[in-house]
T-cell receptor, first 113, second 116 residues
Framework: NAGVTQTPKFQVLKTGQSMTLQCAQD?????MSWYRQDPGMGLRLIHY???????DQGEVPNGYNVSRSTTEDFPLRLLSAAPSQTSVYFC????????????FGPGTRLTVL | AQTVTQSQPEMSVQEAETVTLSCTYD???????LFWYKQPPSRQMILVIR????KQQNATENRFSVNFQKAAKSFSLKISDSQLGDAAMYFC?????????????WGAGTKLIIKP
C-alpha cells in the first residue's frame, strides 16, 4: 500500500499560471479532502469529497477547483495562481467521515511569485 | 461556528518528563469527535489520539492520554516520559458528524520542544 501520494512535492508558479496538484490513494477510502497549511495557522479545508462524483466546498474554496471521477484520485486545480495561494497543501483520505483516522499525503509546497 | 483554540504556541519539556498541551473548542453540538495530530519536521501528519464526545472515559494510547472535560469544552493532551521523537507540532482538531457537511476544524498548533 502506497497510502496517500501527492505530486509534485515542490512547485513554483508565476502569478496567473494554472496547475493541478495530484492526489491519489490506494486504500479504497470514500472520503478525501484538500487542506492548506499556512504559518501560525492550523489546516484549513479547501474542498472535500464524500465519494466518486461528489464534491463540496470547505472553508477556503475560492481560486480552487476539484473533481472526483474515481475513488482513487482527487486532483486540486489552481485556476489562476495568486501570491496568496503560497502555502503547503495536504491531501487526506479516510474510510469514514468523522470517527476514523485521516491519512495524509506528504504535502506539496507551492510558491507563487 | 465551531472554533478550536490552542493557547500555547510553544512548549518545552525535559526528556523523560511529562508535558500537557491545552486545547479548547467551541460548539453547540453534543455529539462530535476530537483528535490530536502530530506533525514532525518531515511534515507528515500522524494521528496521536481520538476522543468521542459521548464517551466519558478519557482516551489513552501508550504514553499519550487526554483530559476531556465536555462541560468546559477542554481537550488537553498529556505526554508522559517525553522522548526526543515527540518533538513536533501538535494540532487539536474537532469534527461534527454529518456526511453532508463534514468539516474538520483545526487549532493553530503547539510546537513541542524536547530538551535532552
Amino acid at each position: 500500500n502506497a497510502g496517500v501520494t501527492q505530486t509534485p512535492k515542490f512547485q513554483v508558479l508565476k502569478t496567473g499560471q494554472s496547475m493541478t496538484l495530484q492526489c491519489a490513494q490506494d486504500m479504497n477510502h470514500e472520503y478525501m479532502s484538500w487542506y492548506r497549511q499556512d504559518p501560525g495557522m492550523g489546516l484549513r479545508l479547501i474542498h472535500y469529497s464524500v465519494g466518486a462524483g461528489i464534491t463540496d466546498q470547505g472553508e477556503v474554496p475560492n481560486g480552487y477547483n476539484v473533481s472526483r471521477s474515481t475513488t482513487e484520485d482527487f486532483p486540486l486545480r489552481l485556476l489562476s495562481a495568486a501570491p496568496s495561494q503560497t502555502s503547503v497543501y495536504f491531501c487526506a483520505s479516510s474510510p469514514d467521515f468523522w470517527n476514523n483516522e485521516q491519512f495524509f499525503g506528504p504535502g506539496t509546497r507551492l510558491t507563487v511569485l | 461556528a465551531q472554533t478550536v483554540t490552542q493557547s500555547q504556541p510553544e512548549m518545552s519539556v525535559q526528556e523523560a518528563e511529562t508535558v500537557t498541551l491545552s486545547c479548547t473548542y467551541d460548539t453547540s453540538e453534543s455529539d462530535y469527535y476530537l483528535f490530536w495530530y502530530k506533525q514532525p519536521p518531515s511534515r507528515q501528519m500522524i494521528l496521536v489520539i481520538r476522543q468521542e464526545a459521548y464517551k466519558q472515559q478519557n482516551a489513552t494510547e501508550n504514553r499519550f492520554s487526554v483530559n476531556f472535560q465536555k462541560a468546559a469544552k477542554s481537550f488537553s493532551l498529556k505526554i508522559s516520559d517525553s522522548q526526543l521523537g515527540d518533538a513536533a507540532m501538535y494540532f487539536c482538531a474537532y469534527v461534527r458528524p454529518g456526511r453532508s457537511n463534514y468539516q474538520l476544524i483545526w487549532g493553530a498548533g503547539t510546537k513541542l520542544i524536547i530538551k535532552p
